[in-house]
C-alpha cells in the first residue's frame, strides 16, 4: 500500500492542482435539492390534544360537584342549619341534657331559625299565636318576637324535620332582642 501512496503523491506534484468542470457546481446543487432535507428534532407541542383532556377533567370536576350539591345527603346552607336546629330542639324538648342552651340571644338568633314549607307556617300562624296568615303572602321571611318563638318553637322544628328541602320555603326566625 505504501507504493501506492507514493504513487499518487508523486503525480499530484508533478500535475499540479487541477481544475474543477464548469457544470460541478450546478449539478451539485441540483443532487441537494433532490435528496430529502432532515427534519429538525425541535417540533412545537400539540396543544389541541392536551386543551381537550384539560376541558374534559374541568367537566367532570364540575359535574362531580353538581352531584354531591344535590345528592340525598347534600343540602343547602339554609337547611342544613334548620335541621342543626331541629335536632338541638328535639334534644331539649326530650329532657337531653347534652343539649347547651344558647349563650346569648345574638347567638340565639343566629342559630334558631327554621326553614318550613309555607301552608305549613300559615296552619301554625293560624292558631292566633303569631301573625294573621295573609302576611305570609309574598313573602319568604317571617320573624317572630320571643313568646311567639317560645309558643311555635317545637311545631317550627317538626315541620322542618318532616320537609328538609320545601318546595316554597318560608324562613321562621326569632327576632333579635
Given amino acids: 500500500m505504501t507504493d501506492e501512496h507514493d504513487r499518487i503523491s508523486r503525480l499530484l506534484r508533478e500535475q499540479g492542482q487541477a481544475a474543477a468542470p464548469p457544470d460541478l457546481a450546478a449539478d451539485v446543487m441540483a ?10 428534532t425541535h417540533r412545537g407541542v400539540n396543544w389541541r390534544p392536551v386543551a381537550a383532556w384539560a376541558a374534559v377533567a374541568a367537566a367532570l370536576v364540575a359535574l362531580g360537584v353538581g352531584i354531591a350539591q344535590l345528592g340525598p345527603n347534600g343540602s343547602s ?36 331559625s327554621f326553614t318550613v314549607p309555607r301552608h305549613e307556617a300559615a296552619k301554625l300562624l293560624a292558631g292566633g299565636v303569631a301573625q294573621a296568615p295573609f302576611a305570609l303572602a309574598g313573602r319568604s321571611t317571617l320573624t317572630l318576637d320571643r313568646a311567639q318563638w317560645n309558643a311555635l318553637r317545637g311545631k317550627l322544628a317538626a315541620a322542618a324535620a318532616r320537609h328538609p328541602h320545601p318546595k316554597d320555603p318560608v324562613i321562621v326566625r326569632l327576632r333579635p332582642d
Fill in 31 to 40: 443532487q441537494v435539492r433532490r435528496e430529502p432535507q432532515a427534519v429538525s
Fill in 77 to 112: 346552607s339554609s337547611a342544613g342549619s334548620a335541621g342543626g336546629a331541629a335536632s338541638s330542639v328535639a334534644a331539649e324538648a326530650s329532657g337531653n341534657s347534652t343539649a347547651s342552651p344558647p349563650k346569648s340571644p345574638a347567638a340565639d338568633s343566629a342559630t334558631r
